[in-house]
């Protein structure tokens, strides 16, 4: 799409050179949020298709490669080592590991390999064994992410020469109501370290979770960080919480799950070409409700039987479900 070409959803905004609207209001994505459902479903629909065939999604498996005793505070994480949750934390897999189960998930169909740390940030000894494995990953002719937290411009650079594809940071939810979630690092900071992974040349994936009582004026604000980015990210996940016993989010009011649709909708039409991810949440979803969001423009998913430590559907679960929607692995 491009400057001159009319815009891909329903606003009277002026356009940034790749066509996609950077301008986005609260009050607009609240609005967006609150639109009659059929009519949010058939405009983020409509848009989809524009942009992605509809009846394919993609497959990324992910894999905690460092488990556990995480210092920040996150209020949804099993891994904070603040709380009592027990998980058992465990240290960094070991290269040869990591790369048999990258081979297990790409014999699954699995596209996209996702290895995840439990850190503020890395230490340079563990940035060495990453890069190692995101090498092994991408020799096996698997995309490659990786979540490892906070980031310098340095370390995005070294990652980069590594071959690594995507770098997962989410925002997590939007800055007005960040402080009720996170208390050990800032918005901010998580700007910050996008900037050093977009600048190194990396692809962007964030997003962020709902459910965590925040509003629907803060599911908007969420979705305006992202989409009025520089750049849109190239992946946006976005989470429903896993509410783990022992985290200070556990019990807290489950989110209505059309307002979950809603949030995919809304990030289709916002971000139109970017792949939306139905994240986490999906193991306590029904097969009715995976496909309303696959309706509303979500195409991409976590496949195989775990998270990083919370399960997700076995992969069976997932095949039947695709079979029967007649949907395809992108
Ligand atoms: N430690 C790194 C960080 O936080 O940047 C990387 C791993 S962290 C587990 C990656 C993301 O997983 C978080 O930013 C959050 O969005 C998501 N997440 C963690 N626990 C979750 C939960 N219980 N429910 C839904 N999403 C969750
Ligand atoms: C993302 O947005 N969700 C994934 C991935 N990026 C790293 C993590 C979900 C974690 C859910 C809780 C758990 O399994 O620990
Ligand atoms: Fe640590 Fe990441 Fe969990 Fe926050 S989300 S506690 S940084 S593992």
């Given at each position: 799409m491009t400057a001159v070409e009319a815009c891909s959803c329903s606003c009277s905004a002026a356009h940034p050179a790749d066509g996609f609207r950077r301008d986005w209001t609260v009050p607009e994505a609240a609005a967006l949020l609150g639109r009659p459902f059929s009519d949010l479903i058939h405009e983020a629909q409509t848009i989809h298709r524009q942009y992605f065939d509809p009846n394919r999604v993609q497959l990324s498996q992910l894999l905690s490669i460092k488990?556990?005793?995480?210092?920040?505070?996150?209020?949804?994480?099993?891994?904070?080592?603040?709380?009592?949750?027990?998980?058992?934390?465990?240290?960094?897999?070991?290269?040869?590991?990591?790369?048999?189960?990258?081979?297990a998930a790409k014999e699954n169909g699995a596209t996209r390999f996702c290895m995840g740390?439990?850190?503020?940030?890395?230490?340079?000894?563990?940035?060495?064994?990453?890069?190692?494995?995101?090498?092994?990953?991408?020799?096996?002719?698997?995309?490659?992410?990786?979540?490892?937290?906070?980031?310098?411009?340095?370390?995005a650079r070294r990652l980069k020469a590594a071959g690594l594809d995507?770098?997962?940071?989410?925002?997590?939810?939007?800055?007005?109501?960040?402080?009720?979630i996170i208390s050990t690092r800032t918005f901010a900071d998580r700007l910050d370290t996008l900037g050093h992974v977009r600048a190194a040349g990396l692809n962007v994936c964030?997003?962020?979770?709902?459910?965590?009582?925040?509003?629907?004026?803060?599911?908007?604000?969420?979705?305006?960080?992202?989409?009025?980015?520089?750049?849109?990210?190239?992946?946006?996940?976005?989470?429903?919480?896993?509410?783990?016993?022992?985290?200070p989010l556990f019990g807290e009011d489950a989110l209505d799950p059309f307002e979950f649709v809603r949030t995919i909708a809304a990030a289709r039409i916002m971000m139109p070409a970017s792949l939306v991810r139905l994240s986490a949440g999906r193991e306590a979803m029904s097969d009715e409700l995976q496909a309303l969001c696959f309706l509303a423009g979500a195409n991409s998913i976590f496949y195989g039987e775990k998270l990083l430590t919370t399960p997700n559907p076995a992969e069976g679960r997932d095949a039947r479900l695709f079979a029967r929607l007649g949907v395809e692995p992108l």
């Open positions: 488990t556990g005793g995480c210092p920040e505070d996150c209020k949804y994480c099993p891994q904070s080592a603040r709380y009592d949750t027990e998980l058992e934390a465990d240290k960094l897999m070991e290269i040869e590991a990591v790369l048999r189960e990258a081979r740390a439990a850190w503020r940030s890395p230490k340079e000894r563990d940035l060495d064994k990453v890069c190692a494995m995101v090498e092994g990953v991408k020799g096996l002719g698997l995309e490659t992410c990786v979540t490892l937290g906070m980031l310098d411009a340095a370390q995507y770098y997962n940071h989410n925002i997590d939810t939007a800055p007005e109501f960040y402080g009720e964030c997003g962020g979770i709902v459910g965590m009582g925040e509003g629907r004026e803060h599911r908007a604000g969420m979705l305006i960080a992202l989409a009025n980015m520089p750049k849109h990210p190239e992946s946006v996940p976005i989470n429903m919480l896993v509410q783990v016993e022992g985290t």
